[in-house]
């Protein structure tokens, strides 16, 4: 499932291509959002790969727009294609087309020293201070009248208040929403899998209303305990078993380096 090879040009040797595609179509599959890829040398140098999804993009990911979801998928292909003593060629991933390339930071320029300053010419060009003897003591304030009460003071300020911490997140299920039918009934397949195997899952990427609907879709299923985690773009729901499994060696993804995960 790709576009057209053509000739492999730039680092990364002649099955870097190849590697691409494999890596990304088992990565895809096992996320259960398969696609066809089309591959593309990009003007600066890095491969370009669009992903036109078969069965609509993952939860998230819209179609020319830059998504976390999609980070997370191209930061994890280039640590699993740039090993030690091999040459780096970037691979940059784009959702129903080609990503734009990323301008590049140029260097700001070189700022002039500020002209310094001898110890003579700075005292030369301070104003002589003559010490203030004469000046008009501070008024006092006027005593009261024998007799006389005294007046009321005015209160003191009161002390400044401590900067208020950021508010909490709001509550998802306090969240008033329409039901999705599709999205309840795949949430809870999903929920029931993570109970049964033993696996975490979790939703990134989703909108305040979609995370109050996955949290009413799991009401009722045993085994497994679901909740939202984190603040802002980070929020997330997280489907933890009651009773975690390790993961089988035989579903590791290709091109895996066992020493490291067996470390």
């Known amino acids: 499932m790709s576009g057209p090879q053509g000739t492999q040009a730039g680092a990364g040797g002649a099955d ?3 590697r691409v595609e494999r890596l990304l179509t088992d990565i895809l ?4 959002f398969p696609a066809r890829l089309d591959l593309q040398d990009a003007a600066d140098g890095s491969l370009s790969v669009a992903l036109h999804f078969e069965s609509g993009p993952p939860p998230g990911v819209e179609a020319g727009k830059r998504s976390q979801v999609l980070d997370s998928l191209q930061f994890l292909l280039n640590k699993m294609l740039h090993r030690p003593g091999v040459e780096r060629r970037w691979v940059m991933l784009g959702a129903g087309g080609h990503p734009e390339p990323r301008p590049r930071r140029e260097a700001a320029p070189a700022q002039a020293p500020a002209p310094t300053a001898t110890v003579a010419q700075v005292a030369a060009a301070a104003p002589a201070t003559q010490p203030a003897r004469n000046a008009a003591p501070a008024a006092q304030p006027a005593r009261p ?3 006389a009460q005294p007046a009321p003071q005015a209160p003191k300020a009161a002390a400044a208040q401590p900067a208020q911490s950021k508010g909490a997140e709001a509550d998802e299920r306090s969240v008033q929403c329409e039901e999705d ?3 309840r009934e795949a949430v809870r397949k999903l929920a029931e899998k993570s109970a049964s195997l033993g696996r ?5 990427a989703m909108k305040t209303e979609d995370r109050a609907r996955v ?7 045993g085994g497994v305990k679901v909740a939202a985690e984190g603040e802002g773009r980070n ?6 078993p009651a009773k975690p499994a390790p993961m089988p060696k ?6 895996d380096d066992e020493d490291d995960l067996d470390a």
């Open 181 to 183: 039918a599709v999205l």
């Open 16 to 18: 870097f291509r190849p």
């Open 215 to 221: 949290l009413r879709a799991v009401e009722g299923v």
């Open 250 to 255: 035989r579903s590791m993804l290709p091109d």
């Open 29 to 32: 599959g096992l996320m259960g």
């Open 145 to 147: 009248a024998r007799g």
């Open 235 to 240: 929020r997330r729901v997280v489907f933890t």
């Open 200 to 204: 975490f899952y979790a939703f990134a």
